[in-house]
């Protein structure tokens, strides 16, 4: 199994220096991104003329579909998607990447590849996260705006495509433990053994207190802690509440069904 | 005077709603952006290959310039630079933009618009500040590291060229302190005019502490504030002092030295 597994070019060794301390590091350090992303976005107001109609001649869909796609497009001729961190929005007719391949440690499965649910991370943050931490209005900043947009997605995505590696390290730590339920194609399972509600919790009250952090108004004299912050904290607690959680338990979740392919 | 510039099309009435006060904010604000903006790029090491070969069939330049020019131009054509507030770093032959024209108060004097000093701005960030805040190494990472430097250069950018919204509103408060140096084109009389010391002391100090509380490690327990910030903050008290500080006030004077054309 495993040598059929290293022939596909997938290192699965410990040696990769990916532990479940490194995985949860880079999922700590990913909060601070997602909310300063956040706490910029909020700079502007809705915008809405960003999101509801189609300006650019030969492309239907939006501006901030535009900026996305285009934008995407660039990255990926210098390589950003060779990264199994990161994920198109955009995934089809990407160019490919001119630079050199870069040997990005082979810690994945190779079936993973094939997951990727951005679909439903836009649908969330247009439709869902958006309207709670931004204001009503129109300031004409409608490019700025969809490179913000765009900042908080490539934010969000990573973080909960990076589910892809925290589900590697767990099975790592304890193959017998998910072996039966993935063999039986348990979701149900799955979602239970991936499940610790205290350290839910925990993740969720320590984004709060970024966003507190983070969106202070910061001055030299004593800080006011009345003061409104940039982006409401209990909306970032919400955030990772009701999506982000969820959503890389999701991308665990099929992860495991794929890992003994 | 006044009418032939209302004929050019400019406001120069206070009804734009731009004061002192205003301006001081947004110039508060924005150094946020640039805080969080070096915070994020110093999640990479410097990449070097991002700054110093040519990949890009078709393209002479880096791979940053290959980013930079081209986000430019996808950004331009969804009216970006439309916005007096921005600055491209790739001026020439930018496409025209494709969104209908959004009515931004036009506060500044015409003459205004000429004034562009990115290429400075780009050599302090990528020969001077760049090395002193980044570590050593290569981690493949080439185009996020670009598009994280492409926030960088945007949010300097600004922040530096809103000297001509600082200029503007001085001007208009004591039109009489100025004119005599505007008339003899006296740069380093109209500089000393610009520069109060106090302030520019605060501000280094409220910049340094901003980096602390924004790359500090935040967790639920007690803030050890031991741990090392993710920028020092003495480089960001150092960027305001030798860099940003004093490019503001060249923009300033240059703004000044055209504003009674």
Chains 1, 2 share one sequence.
């Not at 869902?128 to 931004?134: A, D, E, G, R, T």
């Not at 194609?185 to 970024?210: A, P, Q, S, Y």
């Not at 004299?221 to 959503?247: A, E, F, H, Q």
Request: net charge negative.
């Amino acid at each position: 199994m495993v040598e059929a597994e290293v022939s596909l070019g997938w290192d699965d060794s410990v040696s990769s220096g990916m532990t479940l301390d490194t995985v949860r590091d880079s999922l700590i350090r990913q909060e601070d991104t997602i909310i300063f992303s956040l706490i910029e976005r909020a700079k502007f107001p809705l915008n809405s003329p960003t999101y509801n109609q189609s300006w650019v001649p030969g492309f239907s869909g939006s501006l901030v579909e535009f900026i996305v796609k285009q934008t995407e497009n660039l990255q990926a001729k210098v390589g950003r998607y060779e990264n199994p961190e990161e994920h198109p929005f955009f995934p089809d007719d990407l160019p490919d990447t001119v630079v050199p391949h870069f040997e990005y440690p082979k810690v994945l499965h190779p079936a993973s590849a094939s997951i990727n649910i951005n679909k439903d991370i836009w649908d969330m943050y247009f439709n869902q996260l958006l309207p709670l931490f931004v204001a009503a209005g129109d300031d004409g900043n409608y490019a700025s705006t969809a490179a913000s947009d765009l900042q908080c997605l490539q934010a969000l995505s990573k973080r909960i495509h990076y589910g892809k590696f925290v589900a590697e390290v767990k099975f790592r730590d304890a193959p017998q433990d998910y072996e039966p339920a993935i063999r039986t194609k348990d979701k149900e399972g799955l979602m239970k053994l991936l499940t610790f509600e205290k350290v839910e919790e925990m993740v969720k009250k320590r984004v709060e207190k970024k966003a507190m952090v983070f969106g202070q108004e910061v001055t030299l004299g004593n800080t006011d802690t009345n003061v409104k912050c940039k982006v409401d904290p209990s909306v970032v607690s919400r955030l990772y509440g009701d999506w982000m959680i969820p959503l890389t338990k999701d991308v665990e979740v099929e992860y495991l069904l794929r890992r003994l392919d």
